[in-house]
């Protein structure tokens, strides 16, 4: 991160500046050398040529600190780069954009070497004595940073916030710091906004919608969490299969059914899943799409004989009643309720012996007020057709 930013201008620093600003002759020539060296990328001369240097004017050592900070770091030496970068800081001799620059270059390094904390007051002094505007919001962003390895959630939304007083584009980096602090503080209805813009940055990944979603869940909104994922799948947002189930419940719970069973037909389990298509079947019930809903039934119910209850009920409902019968006898247990409504299918088939003959079953196992009814119903209406008959 800084090694492409910020060698190059600080190097050039070094021998530009070394004359204005009272270096002593001897201190200025062997860092024109050093200097020299470096740009043949000969680090270690450059460093041993500044290591020998013995220096007594505070100025000549806080300058050959930072210069000798950047060559360590520039050869890999990051622990003696911190030290002499921090020993150049900490002098207060430097000056200006030449002390700002150095203190930047020391705190990425501390925050490229995760010593968050310690970077971290040379970060604030840096927003505090920016001289460019352009530069604060990075330094805020590095800030915001800062705090989000340390967990320290508040912070992160507070260096976030002034790093959002400077108008700019939304970027990535910035925004899901935001987020992860409004997560981790439950802030959930601020998040749903960052999401948003989040969206807006990458409106193909599909991990901003399914956050959108829980969180609009998780405030009660059903209709915001069923909006954003249908506006997903409106926007060719390739949907996972818990994706799909989960749109086909938001459907549900907003009352559209339909849509919830023409959604589960996507599934790629879907005829082989006998709780998935009873879950159709019953969405399609609750549209009163009937035949839709029984053909649903019939394949869950080959899947799973339990559904086999399901399917007769609503056979029976729709008057095709030799089906329902058919449907019963695969049944297990419900021997009662089995055995009204056959009575019923009976019935309606004009079939009045076998109609009453499972009403007096279904009383027998059950005794119950319409099984009852049903076998005085039936007995007088037997009765009449045999006096009719005689």
Request: aromatic residues 8%; positive net charge; hydrophobic residues 45%.
């Amino acid at each position: 991160m800084i090694k492409n930013c910020l060698i190059g201008l600080l190097l050039s620093l070094s021998a530009g500046v070394a004359v204005a600003n009272q270096l002593g002759q001897y201190t200025a020539t062997r860092v024109q050398h050093a200097h020299n060296l470096a740009q043949q990328d000969k680090l270690e001369q450059a460093i041993s040529t500044l290591e020998a240097l013995d220096l007594a004017r505070g100025y000549d050592q806080a300058f050959v600190a930072r210069m000798l900070g950047i060559l360590y770091w520039q050869n890999d030496q990051v622990t003696p780069a911190i030290q002499q970068l921090d020993l150049a800081v900490t002098s207060g001799l430097l000056q200006d954009e030449q002390a700002w620059q150095t203190r930047k270059m020391l705190a990425d390094m501390l925050l490229n070497e995760q010593q968050y904390s310690q970077a971290l007051p040379h970060y604030y002094n840096l927003s505090e004595s920016a001289s460019d505007r352009q530069t604060v919001p990075e330094i805020w962003l590095r800030i915001a940073q800062s705090h989000y390895q340390l967990q320290q959630w508040s912070k992160v939304l507070t260096a976030i916030a002034r790093y959002e007083h400077y108008p700019q584009p939304d970027q990535l980096s910035p925004l899901s710091l935001k987020l992860s602090a409004q997560l981790e503080l439950k802030q959930w209805s601020p998040a749903i906004k960052t999401i948003k813009r989040l969206i807006a940055i990458e409106p193909a990944r599909m991990e901003w919608w399914r956050q959108l979603v829980a969180l609009y869940l998780r405030v009660g909104d059903e209709k915001g969490a069923l909006d954003a994922m249908a506006l997903a799948k409106l926007d060719g947002i390739a949907l996972s299969q818990d994706d799909l189930k989960l749109l086909a419940q938001l459907y549900a719970k907003r009352g559209v059914p339909e849509r919830a069973a023409m959604v589960l037909a996507q599934l790629d389990q879907i005829d082989v899943d006998s709780k998935l298509k009873a879950q159709q079947a019953s969405y399609w019930q609750s549209a009163k799409e009937w035949q839709k809903s029984i053909a649903s039934w019939r394949v869950a119910a080959q899947l799973d004989s339990q559904y086999y209850w399901n399917l007769s009920q609503l056979l029976a409902q729709e008057g095709h009643y030799q089906q329902a019968l058919a449907a019963l006898d695969k049944v297990t247990g419900r021997h009662a309720e089995v055995a009204l409504i056959k009575a019923r299918a009976y019935y309606k088939l004009q079939r009045i012996e076998d109609a009453l003959a499972n009403a007096k079953r279904a009383n027998e196992i059950s005794p119950s007020k319409q099984a009852q009814s049903w076998v005085k119903y039936l007995s007088q209406l037997r009765s009449v057709k045999s006096s009719q008959n005689s």
